[in-house]
């Protein structure tokens, strides 16, 4: 072998790393490095733009002094797990009624998923308009006789958080549904022919067998729309702009408010930090366990 | 024999609360669909008179116009369309850019793995579930130091950078269960790395190629936090004018103008989800790693 083949053969196994190198760059760089960073500027006195003055964990001892911060994470709560137990809920039970051998199932499919299709920001200004309470909704039903019906949830502050959840899950359960369809159709039919045979009802038959083998599909769509929750941005801003007051606002809107409207940079660098940090707790272990079980088949 | 008459009208009872069911959730889907509609083609008074979810009277199309080139975004009054041409000039070379990377980044991850290659991976799997919250300010610092801050540029850096994650995402899952044996097979014939990825691999991947841009159209196309934070006035995304148009608190409120705004930033990914459902669906689910 000459010099020049044994030279470009080696450049031919360095090739593929030479060819990945921009992009793991780019992304350790823009996710890794800018995470550090932000880390970096939420332990620092930063408010307009960053300066770098240590003062140890002053931030985040001010966010979670901050009454705003306060009504932000307990927004979370509500919003996820009402989210989060409607989408499954309903997506789920979509899909299995889909999976009935339905003759039109795909038009129907197309429509349950459609507003997935669309931004948060659509959804938000549709939304609004429909339970405006002067205008929408309360207006349609006290028309047609009954006069007492109140629908004002978007203008009270008690109730505003669930108007979020109403346009949340109106968005995103028919992604759970074809989540929980896809894991449907993978599910060996003759598993459920046998207990038929063996007598077992169709509700029985879904409760013991069905929906517990569906639990990887469970734990994806749980999985995903946590994360959809918590980076719930958009859709608040559209909907109630945070309000009315601060009934609304969520730690990402919260996050946003803080370092690009009030100037308090630190705060918001600092909220950002421990919006990651609950992110990371959920996606890392799913994300590990997905990669490992993907090795092991 | 009555017993199996009874069994067959205890079923035919049973599909019809399945089919009522379905129809009804697909009724309640569509309403919001509906109502954005009829209120963009009612006149300003009808609306005010209280027609909120009937059919117009009169139909007019003043407020699309009015939302596509006369509505105040800020104190530019210039409707939706430079925005909405804003938009395009971002998302086109965002998708091609990051789908085109994508797909070498799923080749090289899969056909040419070298040692630490899972763990590159990784690294870029996170990337999709980044809560964008995280890197806001540096990455606002850094388009301010590279002279991209509020620029159309600048949003397709940032967005191509991020949709690498979910691209190389697409195309390593789909290439994984494409053959060894079709490179080595090239490689044999003395095929390189480019060449093969040319005329072995790329041949076969068109349809993940329709998933990856789809994807990262709607992605892009719907995004408001990067559009929000990264631009200002003129060099918005249409989310971010969409946004703003909403939120006049001037006057009587347009009702009609707002919907058809909504309208007009939402058709562009509709006409693709209509066109191309099955393979928008793909990109969803692809997102549950293993598919």
């Not at chain 1, 800018?34 to 332990?43: C, D, Q, R």
């Not at chain 2, 290659?117 to 870029?124: D, E, I, R």
């Not at chain 2, 397709?156 to 899952?173: D, E, P, Q």
């Not at chain 2, 989310?239 to 703003?244: S, Y």
Request: with cysteine; glycine share 8%; charged share 10%.
């Amino acid at each position: 072998m000459s010099a020049s083949t044994r030279m470009s053969s080696r450049l031919a196994g360095w090739l593929p790393r030479l060819v990945v190198a921009p992009s793991l760059l780019v992304v350790i760089v823009t996710v890794y490095l800018f995470i550090l960073w932000t880390g970096v500027i939420s332990v620092t006195s930063s408010k307009f733009v960053p300066t770098y003055d240590f003062v140890g964990l002053e931030q985040y001892v001010r966010l979670w002094a901050t009454p705003r911060w306060h009504t932000a994470v307990a927004n979370l709560f509500i919003f996820s797990a009402l989210f989060l137990a409607l989408s499954t809920g309903l997506g789920l039970l979509m899909a299995i009624l889909l999976d009935q051998n339905i003759r039109a199932e795909g038009a129907l499919r197309a429509i349950y998923l459609y507003p997935m299709a669309l931004s948060f920001i659509v959804t938000g200004t549709a939304w609004k308009w429909i339970m405006n309470p002067g205008l929408g909704i309360q207006k349609v039903v006290n028309d047609l006789g009954w006069t007492d019906f109140r629908f004002d949830w978007i203008t009270n502050p008690d109730m505003a958080i669930y108007t979020v959840v109403v346009a949340g899950v109106w968005q995103s359960s028919g992604f759970a549904m074809a989540i929980f369809l896809a894991g449907l159709r993978g599910i060996d039919n003759s598993v459920i022919k046998a207990a038929q045979i063996e007598g077992a009802s169709l509700p029985l038959i879904y409760r013991q067998i069905i929906i517990p083998m569906l639990r990887p599909a469970m734990l994806s769509v749980v999985v995903l729309l946590s994360y959809i929750a918590i980076k719930s941005f958009d859709l608040v801003l559209a909907l109630t702009n945070g309000g009315p007051g601060t009934a609304t606002e969520l730690p990402s809107t919260f996050m946003f408010s803080a370092t690009f409207r009030r100037n308090q940079m630190g705060v918001g660098a600092a909220s950002a930090v421990m919006m990651l940090m609950t992110v990371a707790a959920i996606i890392v272990p799913y994300l590990y366990s997905e990669l490992r079980s993907e090795k092991n088949d | 024999m009555t017993d199996v008459l009874s069994r067959s009208g205890k079923v035919r009872l049973g599909r019809l609360v399945v089919y009522g069911c379905l129809f009804v959730v697909a009724l309640v889907y569509l309403m919001p669909l509906w109502v954005m509609v009829v209120t963009s083609l009612k006149p300003l008074d009808e609306i005010y008179g209280g027609s909120f979810i009937g059919l117009p009277k009169a139909i007019t199309l003043d407020a699309w116009r009015a939302a596509w080139s006369e509505a105040c975004i800020g104190t530019e009054c210039t409707g939706l369309k430079p925005y909405f041409v804003n938009s395009l000039l971002m998302v086109i070379p965002a998708v091609a850019l990051s789908t085109g990377i994508g797909a070498i980044n799923g080749y090289i991850l899969t056909k040419w793995k070298f040692p630490g290659a899972n763990f590159v991976f990784g690294l870029l799997l996170f990337g999709c579930f980044l809560p964008y919250q995280a890197i806001l300010i540096p990455m606002a610092r850094t388009l301010g130091l590279l002279g991209l801050a509020g620029s159309i540029p600048g949003l397709v850096a940032v967005h191509a950078s991020y949709g690498i994650c979910f691209t190389t995402l697409f195309f390593r899952n789909y290439f994984v269960s494409l053959p060894d044996e079709l490179t080595k097979a090239a490689m044999v014939d003395g095929a390189g790395f480019f060449r093969i990825f040319w005329s072995v691999i790329l041949p076969t991947s068109i349809p993940i190629i329709v998933v990856s841009c789809i994807w990262q159209f709607t992605q892009i196309w719907n995004d408001f936090l990067f559009g929000v934070s990264f631009t200002s006035g003129s060099s918005s995304p249409i989310t971010v004018a969409l946004n703003n148009i909403v939120n006049v608190t001037t006057g009587r409120k347009q009702y009609n103008v707002d919907m058809a705004a909504a309208m007009i930033a939402a058709i562009p990914t509709l006409v693709v989800y209509i066109v191309a459902g099955r393979y928008f669906v793909r990109g969803l689910t692809a997102g549950a790693v293993k598919g």
